[in-house]
T-cell receptor, first 114, second 113 residues
Framework: AQTVTQSQPEMSVQEAETVTLSCTYD???????LFWYKQPPSRQMILVIR??????QNATENRFSVNFQKAAKSFSLKISDSQLGDTAMYFC???????????FGGGTRLMVKP | DTEVTQTPKHLVMGMTNKKSLKCEQH?????MYWYKQKAKKPPELMFV???????INESVPSRFSPECPNSSLLNLHLHALQPEDSALYLC????????????FGSGTRLTVV
């Protein structure tokens, strides 16, 4: 069974600085997608970034980038130039073997301080 | 239209009430999902509909009854709920397999009194 682990329940960062959120997972699959979702206090889950496992290049979306280490089964999210609006819960997510549902990590609560 | 719309946004109901949550998408997505989320916890899967058929039921109590009348609409019928059922209920949809990711609605905050 797939497991997704986020080892940092809470983190804080000063505005304009860089922060990295960690995620590890376990799978026997060779080709899959990995996701980071953001859930601000407004509670809507928003897709931040997606990584395809067969791609060597790490995904980047503006200030958000991933460090994907397939052999280590690690998928961390780096947020550069942190903004107050980045304050949210961040969930790492991974599909099950059948590809018919996503499993979420326990979440990391990120607070960006002015 | 790239949204998943959930109504109502907030719902307070008594333990003897019957109510329904509604979820709608017009993106042509063929899979739709109900998740339950408690405060500071990740979403927990309840039901999956694929091509309008129930494909996954994660051992959810029968007081929750899903319905998918058509490919754009997903309902969750609620009856005889308990206070511990108070939570955020999230609907999501995906274009075919979940493996490519979901689009989420903004949720219904349910309080059972």
């Amino acid at each position: 069974a797939q497991t997704v682990t986020q080892s940092q329940p809470e983190m804080s960062v000063q505005e304009a600085e860089t922060v990295t959120l960690s995620c590890t997972y376990d799978t026997s699959e060779s080709n899959y997608y990995l996701f980071w979702y953001k859930q601000p206090p407004s509670r809507q889950m928003i897709l931040v970034i997606r990584q395809e496992a067969y791609k060597q290049q790490n995904a980047t979306e503006n200030r958000f980038s991933v460090n994907f280490q397939k052999a280590a089964k690690s998928f961390s999210l780096k947020i550069s130039d942190s903004q107050l609006g980045d304050t949210a819960m961040y969930f790492c997510a991974f599909p099950n073997n059948a590809g018919n549902m996503l499993t979420f990590g326990g979440g990391t609560r990120l607070m960006v301080k002015p | 239209d790239t949204e998943v719309t959930q109504t109502p946004k907030h719902l307070v109901m008594g333990m003897t009430n019957k109510k329904s949550l509604k979820c709608e998408q017009h993106m042509g997505h063929r899979a739709m999902y109900w998740y339950k989320q408690k405060a500071k916890k990740p979403p927990e899967l309840m039901f999956v509909y694929s091509y309008e058929k129930l494909s996954i039921n994660e051992s959810v109590p029968s007081r929750f009854s899903p319905e998918c009348p058509n490919s754009s609409l997903l309902n969750l019928h609620l009856h005889a709920l308990q206070p511990e059922d108070s939570a955020l209920y999230l609907c999501a949809s995906s274009q075919g397999a979940a493996s490519r990711g979901y689009t989420f609605g903004s949720g219904t905050r349910l309080t059972v009194v």
